[in-house]
């Protein structure tokens, strides 16, 4: 999830280790970000899209296409963020697998000024998700804003397998951005307060209560674990690119 549109000063994103090799049974990975792919399933619609260029074809020809998690962002489109995440395997929780995904997804995150990201945004259908919100940034946030928003600073928060549970049922409808939809936002409502319970990349458990501008982070990284984003929930009216006034000048 974007905060439309907050952006921190962060080193480059740099590949790290070991990933992408033990993901690849059980949970529908694919070596691309795009197309239907080669499983038992009836394929994916076609759907349109810029061809690559000859270059890329010949790289990827060369050395083959790219293994999730990728270290960017997949876009709306991608049919990775239309699905539903698997559980992380028993097997797997606290292991260093699940812990270099965690990192990836930390690392891509502050790379983008995100506040959150879902293992699906980056190319693997699996429940894990990061959130953060630090000092730093709300403090970058007027003081309008702040109340207008709920905002609140928040710690990195890492939940495996999470569920989510509804706390306040009344909604509130703010702006909300989303790196996997890059460029735009929409007024989305959200419950005003939820409790997320799960595990932590060690595999201990973990439990928030959160309302406000954290509880709407929660349910929008949640809602990437159900193959939804919020353009399906959003008020359509208020569907806006960030940059309009640029083109307009």
């Known amino acids: 999830m974007a905060l439309v549109r907050l952006v921190l000063p962060v080193p480059p994103v740099l590949p790290g280790p070991g990933l992408g090799g033990g993901w690849g049974r059980g949970v529908g990975v694919r070596r691309c970000g795009s197309g239907s792919g080669s ?30 998690p990728f270290v960017r962002v997949c876009q709306v489109g991608d049919p990775v963020l239309r699905a539903v995440a698997a559980p992380v395997e028993a097997a797997r929780l606290g292991g260093p697998e699940v812990r270099a995904l965690v990192g990836r997804l930390v690392r891509v995150m502050r790379s983008r000024g995100a506040v959150g990201l879902s293992a699906p945004q980056l190319g693997l259908p699996l429940q894990v998700l990061v959130m953060e919100f630090p000092d730093s940034a709300y403090r970058a946030c007027g003081p309008r804003l702040r109340e207008a928003r709920r905002l609140a600073p928040f710690p990195l928060k890492v939940f495996v397998n ?6 306040d049922a009344r909604l509130d409808s703010q702006p909300e951005g989303c790196e996997s939809i890059a460029g735009f936002s929409a007024h989305v409502p959200r419950f005003r307060a939820v409790r997320i319970e799960g595990l932590d990349e060690n595999g201990e458990p973990v439990v928030w209560q959160a309302s406000g501008w954290p509880a709407r982070i929660i349910q929008h990284e949640m809602d990437h674990l159900q193959g939804s984003l919020y353009i399906d929930k959003m008020d359509s009216r208020t569907f806006t690119n960030v940059r309009w006034m640029e083109v307009n000048d």
């Open 39 to 68: 499983g038992s399933g009836p394929a994916a619609p076609e759907l349109p899209g810029v061809p690559r260029s000859t270059w890329r074809w010949l790289r990827r020809l060369a050395v083959g296409a790219p293994r999730p």
């Open 162 to 167: 999470p569920s989510l549970r509804v706390l």
